[in-house]
């Protein structure tokens, strides 16, 4: 039996990309996931992908997929969203905050003044829209006395990059993640942050070919890069924990939390934590009182 057999996951922002790749490793794991995001009609994107196409991938690897058109600025599409979980299923148990509105300008070396203020998207979608779906996600939760919420963020939450924003945007959902652990926690609920190095998506990949020099630096070096399938199957190990309780609260290098249950990348590659190169989480759990 798969780790994740009868369990329900909501993954937002999984047409293409990091969410697409969570999806993935817990529908190969046997969970029946709801696929979230925009792009419903191949093409109708600047890159490749659809909610319905990796709802039907997710068929394929075993579990189940399901896909759902949602604008996650949109606070009415999320309500239904949810309002559709419980007519269908009567539960949830993971929900993965991944949506988030990337600029296309995300990585130009300009400064803030210099970008456009509609850059400010990254807190309505990757902030505020965290904050609506764990609230939906939680008056499922709550009452089950079980579940798990995970917001996908980096260590840009400690380190610059890219922009203003962005850094606002990734600091403010560990926060919030820690928060919100600390009003679930009596209700047997998790909530946890992970922070993600560089993934190749489909965005990534096209932003190394365009730009060689940035495989040189740091953040962006291919050697120490994963599959967007990674994340997804700590995810899965982190759900399937009877113990996940004792990290609610924390914010967690992907990397370090994938040696701690054996963890591998698709090609079985391990995948290196960043600490000391560009930084260490805040957060800590709450079971540990800091």
Request: with cysteine; glycine share 10%.
């Amino acid at each position: 039996m798969a780790s994740l057999d009868g369990k329900v996951a909501v993954v937002t922002g999984a047409s293409r990309g990091i969410g697409k790749g969570i999806a993935l490793a817990l529908a190969a794991e046997g969970a029946t996931v709801y696929v979230t995001g925009r792009t419903v009609t191949a093409g109708e994107y600047p890159l490749p992908g659809t909610v319905g196409e990796t709802a039907a991938e997710c068929d394929a690897r075993g579990g189940r997929g399901i896909a759902v058109q949602v604008d996650h600025a949109d606070d009415v599409q999320v309500a239904a969203l949810f309002d559709q979980v419980q007519r269908e299923q009567g539960r949830l148990d993971i929900l993965v905050n991944n949506a988030f509105a990337l600029p296309e300008d995300l990585t130009e070396k300009k400064p803030f003044w210099e970008k456009p203020l509609s850059n400010w998207q990254m807190v309505d979608v990757g902030v505020r829209s965290n904050f609506v779906a764990a609230w939906h996600a939680a008056k499922i939760m709550a009452p089950q006395k079980s579940g798990l919420i995970v917001a996908i963020s980096g260590y840009v939450g400690v380190t610059y990059t890219y922009g203003v924003v962005f850094g606002i945007a990734k600091s403010a959902v560990d926060r919030m993640a820690r928060d919100m652990a600390i009003e679930l926690q009596p209700h047997g609920v998790a909530s946890l942050s992970l922070w993600q190095g560089l993934t190749f998506t489909e965005r990534a990949n096209r932003n190394l070919e365009r730009d060689p020099a940035m495989k040189a630096l740091t953040v962006t070096n291919p050697l120490i890069g994963c599959s967007p399938e990674f994340p997804g199957r700590v995810i899965a190990a982190l759900a399937s924990d009877p113990a996940v309780m004792q990290r609610s609260g924390g914010t967690f290098i992907t990397a370090e939390v994938a040696q701690d249950y054996g963890v591998t990348d698709i090609d079985g590659k391990v995948i290196p934590s960043l600490r000391a190169e560009r930084g260490a989480p805040i957060w800590q759990p709450i079971a540990q009182g800091a």
